[in-house]
């Protein structure tokens, strides 16, 4: 297959939308006929070159060739066909296949249509729009001059009236209430916000409404959902295992982003960059976890390096489609075929992020950040004291660095080789240090084999380091999720070199580790089924043969993730003339039951070496104050002194009871969280062009830059990401201000000026506006990037009011509403269609940002097969329950199904834009679902508590709280007939009302005196009505 | 009023919502009945693009029994006696020729071959080989195609099983069935156009997971996405009334929430509105339909002894084969079977044995009751896994049991019914079943095939997302024609 064949693309792209539309089976020039023309005829009867006078990317010359209509009869068409080689084109080469025959005969049968504007690569050519910066255009001129309130609506107007179309009158005043609020914030108005707005009659109304709501903490919530679409946010790592990982830091920072209305270019370089940045702040560390929403596959027996591989095309995929709005993926495999990207531009776009860790860090909300700032005040008050109390001090910490310095053994780094049957199924990657990083798929229970040869006589004991290493979590040196480890056993054999005999178990006299904790049972992550006493504790513990014990170095919270070492003595030297194999079995097996979830225990990278020195015990420094020790004391910083006095002070017999106090006062250290984040490396990876994007198939290297069809990079600036970032929204973007803009009018107008909003490249549709669009990211731009300014100018605009009312000409005339001659309607983000059924019944849990929450859902969904083991869904009860829904925790595998069938995307890639369904399924969902049933109890208790005296009274009411106006006369008498044949039913059947009525049939509610629970199941019956409406989830 | 006039009214006015008479509508009512331009005898089609079929199709539906874990073909079907006398040996290098094998056994020191401890013979007229673990496949032998020379590129389960079922190993394309829905649309009313079950009770605990995208929409609207029935609870989610809605109470609801959404769209003209009040009408018939469906009681007792005990219980995949026949019988469109436990990296005679029991009679009973009701001609059955299993033992290999890694290079697979030939056998691997000899099938040539038989052009079946026309075989695949009837 040379090239795709593309079949009524238009009409495809136009049924994604909503409707299908017939398509003549017409073959398409730009799509199908031009690539064969630039594939096969070009280089000759091209740009460069005409033999014979005949260019065929020239219309008017090319048309002495074709006798359109007629195939038959047309030059071209005879010379492709031709039998003798003399004659037949492309002379000298293969001939067209049978496909491109056809389709060409095709093409002039039906009359060779050819589009005088698009064509690539020709005489007439010119560079595609989306690739020219834009500049702020004219406001065009318009006859009616009275409708404009905003320089957008000149634009709309003007093609109005090139249309002979008039645009809608204004919405009534509670539909646009109604509508701004959905828009801003994503929730309807309060019966309460709607009353005040339609009294207000100052001039300056709807902009208060305006501003109150791009005011509300609500709108980060909005528009950072419609950012979180775009970058692929979930709560789960993808992929078979899909376990769960902290990230949720990140979308409150993209939500608090919003909501302060941070400039879209400041947005865009600290997530892809922030780690980078001078100084650079948690919040704009945690911002890299944009690029780290990429999934993770830790299935047994893959190769870390292809998903790793695959986790960078996801990062390159999301830059393309949600900052640049060009398709570049393509590029990953070969040349991009219709847009002038080069698979070697692709890969030096991509060196520029090939540079980091995938570093999972702890980081702590504000609450948390005092605590820790108060725990460190507090430690250097009580350091400052002892150091007061003791005023030589200084002389006797020197006298101890010389005692401490003193007699060091000298150990020997052993660089093993891994037994991997005994691995379990985890890769253990040998680091340059000698040390092996644990990757991949983690067994909660195994026991690591290694052996190595080594000359070595007299080796008298044994050390094993574990080391930090970025790519662990919050940086290890376990690989639990809290970074922690547990070593169950460490034994030793040894056998000469080449013999055949079975390896001698070397005999420990003592084990010493700079950590030993007092024994305490495993964390209930650790649980492994078999209800034995599983321990952790002192080094002795990895040393008594017993399975059910294990050395632990889990220091706590703030203290645990340090490097730490043990040393294990011989009790007698081994040596052997030729030399010895040494077989270590490092048993790891304190993790929990399940090896596919977050609960394994292992260690995460380590080191092991060997020492010839008698009576070698673990040094009690820990590693980098050893390291300090050997810098010259003058040469120390005020940090590193710092350090070295931290730990002398532990060791001062005279501080007891102040040393006791921080070890207190550590113990209050919080928790905090994890964030997945991007660390920069110390040495940059080298970068190869992957044939047809294999990680197998390494080419060319490639040094970072960026494509030339685009903007250059900044000069004089360093070769590295944050360039990238800032090159990403530079000013001289053609693309970066387009495509942002062009999604925000998709999200008020249910389409893009552009629809294929992912894609202005090439082969995206030609923008219904270019003027506007181009008029909107200059104006972007000159309002220093303001997301606000943006909403605010399209909310105040004329037609941003207009009433969507559709006639049946209108209708006819302009199905998508590409012109905007009337407000579009259109059902709401998934989201939104939970948020509006818990606002309008009250029972909405306003608070913003925190962990992902448990929402309701059928327990099986979290079972196997949907997993290997159960996925943890704890229910959330009381107010949690009611979050709105982008809070609800999103497994990739088992997305939430309410808003799976309200289409919101799982995360597994980028997405810019939302299909929109209307299925069978979402009326099952809105009807049966507990949290919309929740809902529709709630509505009816607080519609009979607050709605008023009458039943038509409360009918009024409960149509207020859905739809935010009155209901006519008709939709009264409808509702209270319902209500009544209800009533009755529920009053004289056979059944329980409460059944209905209540959350839980055995714990009714109370009611307000008088009302019968007939009538409370009756009301429950004619809510569950008005939260299905169509209106009710439908922005008008 | 009475109830028993309440009724009769609500069917008056179902009738008017009745999917026959809306005039207008967007494409997810888009119920064009209109007649197959083929002349295939069919029920209303609602939904499909516009040209689709491409050309005549042989078969009207599929029904694909993807049995996940990667079967062994070696020990299934695809019969090597030679491997008996290089029991033990060495893979000759000359036969992986250093292509990639997995993580877990990239550092086996050794990759020893180890031959099939089943006995296999011939069957049918066709005088197939299989393997004694598949005797109820002896008796549809010669309905079916065995294809021995399937491969994939995938090696590891989550890419190969997607890749198998969307096309591309990444997570984020339509599945198959998708793909088929968006194209051809519906043939029922009631039901959804592409169905999924899911078999329970395998035996084996460490099944890999089976999740919703790999039925899932990708960037297709979601309403082509798949909907799994399960045996237990809700057959799909959210169907039952809760508690204290009686279906009179249901009915008066929804045609409560019927007249009001008329009134909002005699003033807003939205045709959307219209859908949605068919949508309720298509949720409200569900109701009844799929309960139905999944009723298997007034099945006649041959009809459990053609499927084997194990049909009737829930769940099982005899009883899902079962299913998979009433769905067939009811035109849906595109029925997607799972069937976990072929991952058998240690002791393969034990557990593949086991597996085996659970399998081979209700495939072949499928195919056998099709048949029998005139259906098999316009069904398409596809069974097989993601991959296949290594010639060489993984871990400890003895005289009575081994395992074996993941095989992608080839893999055995049949096809059956509507469009195939029947009673062939398709490819040639080498003697060591390892490497391919003679006619190919890669996973996007079967993706190619399957869709033909439906009269569909892969090429041609497109969707534009991110600028590029993405089809269900991305930028390969070819029908293999030897295979056709």
Known sequence: ?1036 | MNIEQELRLSLTRRHFFGLGSIGIGTAALASIIAPDAFGVTNPAVSGALPGLPHFAPKAKRVIFLHQSGGPSQMDLFDYKPGLKKLQGEELPASVRMGQRITGMTSSQSSLPLASSVFDFKQYGQSGTWLSELLPHHGKIVDDIAIIKTINTDAINHDPAITFIQSGSQQPGRPSMGSWVSYGLGSQNQELPSFVVLISQQSGLNTDQPLFSRLWGNGFLPSKYQGVNFRSSGDPVLFLSDPDGIDRTTRRRMLDAMAELNKMRLQQFGDPEIETRISQYEMAYKMQTSVPDLMDLSKEPESTFKLYGPDSRKPGTYAANCLLARKLAERNVRFIQLYKRGWDQHNDLPRDLALQCQSVDQPSAALIQDLKQRGLLDETLVVWGGEFGRTVYCQGKLTQTSYGRDHHPRCFTMWMAGGGIKGGITMGETDDFCYNIVRDPMHVHDLQATILHCLGVDHKRLTYRFQGRDFRLTDVSGDVTKQLLA
């Open chain 1, 1 to 1036: 297959m040379k090239f795709l064949r593309v079949l009524h693309c238009a009409s495809i792209a136009v049924a994604a939308i909503g409707s299908a539309r017939i398509a003549a089976a017409e073959v398409d020039f730009v799509k199908e006929i031009q690539p064969i023309f630039e594939k096969s005829c070009y280089s000759c009867h091209g740009e460069k070159m005409q033999m014979g006078g005949l260019r065929l990317d020239s219309k008017s010359v090319a048309a002495k060739e074709i006798n359109a209509g007629k195939a038959a009869e047309s030059a071209l068409f005879l010379r492709i066909t031709a039998t003798s080689d003399q004659t037949r084109m492309p002379m000298g080469a293969k001939p067209l296949d049978g496909s491109e025959i056809t389709l060409i005969r095709q093409w002039i049968d039906q009359g060779a249509s050819w589009p005088d504007g698009p064509i690539a690569k020709s005489a007439e050519a010119k560079k595609h729009w989306a690739y020219v910066a834009p500049t702020r255009p004219e406001l065009p001129s318009v006859s009616n001059t009275k409708w404009s309130t905003n320089p957008i609506d000149r634009f709309i107007l003007a093609r109005l009236e090139q249309e002979k179309l008039r645009p809608a009158p204004e919405a009534d005043k509670a539909t646009l209430l109604r509508r701004l609020s959905l828009d801003l914030i994503g929730l309807p108005p309060t019966p309460e916000e709607t009353e005040a707005f339609l009294k207000d009659k100052s001039r300056g109304a709807y902009e208060k409404q305006v501003d109150r709501l791009l005011q509300s903490p609500h709108y980060g919530e909005r528009w950072g959902r419609v950012w979180l679409d775009a970058a692929r946010y979930a709560d789960s790592d993808g992929y078979e295992k899909d376990k769960s990982r902290q990230v949720w830091f990140y979308r409150d920072w993209v939500i608090q982003a919003m909501n302060r209305d941070m400039p879209y270019d400041r947005f865009v370089i600290e997530q892809v960059a922030g780690d980078l940045l001078p100084n650079a702040t948690q919040d704009q560390k945690v911002a890299t976890g944009f690029l780290r929403n990429s999934m993770i596959n830790e299935e047994g027996g893959v190769d870390p390096e292809q998903f790793r591989m695959e986790a960078m095309f996801d990062r390159m995929d999301v830059i393309g489609k949600s900052v640049l709005g060009v398709t570049i993926q393509c590029a990953q495999c070969h040349n991009h075929k219709f847009d002038p990207l080069k698979q070697e531009e692709y890969y030096r776009m991509f060196a520029f992020l090939n540079d980091s860790h995938e570093g999972n860090v702890a980081v702590y909300s504000p609450a948390e950040q005092m605590k820790r700032a108060e725990i460190f005040r507090r430690t250097k008050e009580i350091e400052a004291s002892m150091q007061h109390r003791m005023p030589d001090w200084q002389q006797r910490m020197a006298l101890w660095e010389g005692e401490a310095s003193a007699g060091q053994p000298e150990w020997m780094v052993l660089r093993p080789t891994v037994d991997d049957i005994s691995t379990g199924g985890e890769r253990y990657s040998a680091q340059p240090d000698g040390s092996l990083l644990g990757l991949g798929y983690a067994p909660t229970k195994h026991n690591l084999k290694l052996t190595v040869d080594t000359g070595v006589q007299n080796i008298t004991a044994f050390r094993l380091e574990l080391l930090n290493d970025p790519d662990l979590p919050l940086g290890g040196p376990g690989r639990s999720i809290k970074g922690t480890g547990a070593l169950t056993e460490f034994e030793v054999e040894a056998a000469p070199v080449g013999s055949k005999e079975k390896p001698v178990k070397i005999k420990f006299a003592k084990a010493t580790a700079d950590i030993n904790l007092p024994e305490k049972p495993l964390d209930a992550i650790f649980y492994d089924k078999t209800d034995k006493k599983r321990v952790t504790g002192p080094i002795e513990f990895a040393i008594d043969g017993k399975e059910e014990t294990a050395w632990g170095f889990d220091a706590g919270p703030g203290l645990r993730n340090q490097p730490r070492k043990a040393v294990f003595t011989a009790a007698a030297p081994v040596s052997n003339v030729g030399g010895t194999t040494l077989t270590f079995h490092v048993s790891q097996k304190h993790g929990g039951w399940n090896s596919d979830d977050n609960q394994n225990c292992n260690l995460g990278r380590f080191r092991l070496s060997i020492t010839t020195q008698p009576d070698a015990v673990a040094d009690p420094l820990p590693a980098k104050v050893r390291e300090i020790l050997s810098i010259a004391s003058d040469k120390r910083s005020q940090a590193q002194e710092q350090a070295v006095f931290a730990y002398w002070r532990t060791t001062v017999p005279e501080w007891a009871e102040a040393n006791e106090q921080i070890v207190a006062l550590w113990r209050e250290h919080p928790e905090g969280s994890s964030q997945l984040i991007l660390a920069e490396r110390e040495t940059p990876r080298e970068t190869h062009i992957l044939g047809r994007g294999d990680f197998l198939r390494p080419g060319k290297s490639v040094t970072p830059g960026v494509p030339a069809f685009l903007h250059p990079l900044p000069k004089d600036e360093p070769v590295n990401r944050l360039t990238f970032a800032r090159w990403l929204v530079d000013r001289n973007s053609p693309t970066t201000a387009r495509s942002l803009v062009n999604r925000t009018w998709q999200n008020y107008f249910g389409m893009g000026l552009v629809s294929t909003t992912e894609d202005l490249g090439k082969q995206s549709e030609t923008p219904s506006h270019p003027e506007l669009l181009d008029w909107l990211a200059v104006e972007f731009m000159d309002r220093n990037w303001s997301m606000k300014a943006i909403h605010r100018l399209i909310v105040t605009s004329a037609v941003y009011k207009e009433s969507s009312r559709i006639t049946p000409e209108m209708y006819a005339r302009d199905p998508y509403n590409r012109l905007l001659a009337r407000g579009s309607r259109f059902r709401v983000d998934a989201e939104i269609v939970r948020d509006i059924a818990l606002s309008a019944s009250g029972l909405l849990n306003p608070e913003v940002g925190g962990p992902s929450i448990f929402a309701p859902a059928p327990e099986f969904l979290f079972q196997p097969p949907a997993s290997y083991g159960p996925k943890i869904w704890t229910e959330a009860k009381g107010a949690k329950r009611y979050r709105r829904a982008l809070y609800t925790f999103r497994y990739r595998s088992i997305p939430y199904p309410m808003l799976q069938v309200f289409d919101s995307p799982n995360g597994d890639v980028s997405c810019v834009r939302r299909s929109r369904s209307n299925t069978p399924l979402q009326a099952l969902t809105t009807l049966n679902e507990p949290l919309f049933l929740e809902s529709a109890r709630a509505l009816a208790l607080r519609t009979i508590r607050e709605g008023g005296k009458t039943d038509a009274q409360r009918v009024t009411y409960a149509v207020q709280r859905c739809l935010s106006r009155k209901p006519t006369e008709r939709e009264s008498t409808e509702l209270l007939s319902l209500l009544n044949k209800q009533t009755l039913k529920f009053a004289n059947g056979t059944g329980n009302p409460w059944e209905l009525a209540a959350n839980d049939a055995t714990r009714p509610p109370a009611v307000p005196a008088g009302t019968t629970p007939a009538q409370l199941a009756a009301w429950t019956a004619v809510s569950r009505v008005l939260l299905n409406l169509d209106e009710t989830i439908t922005k008008e």
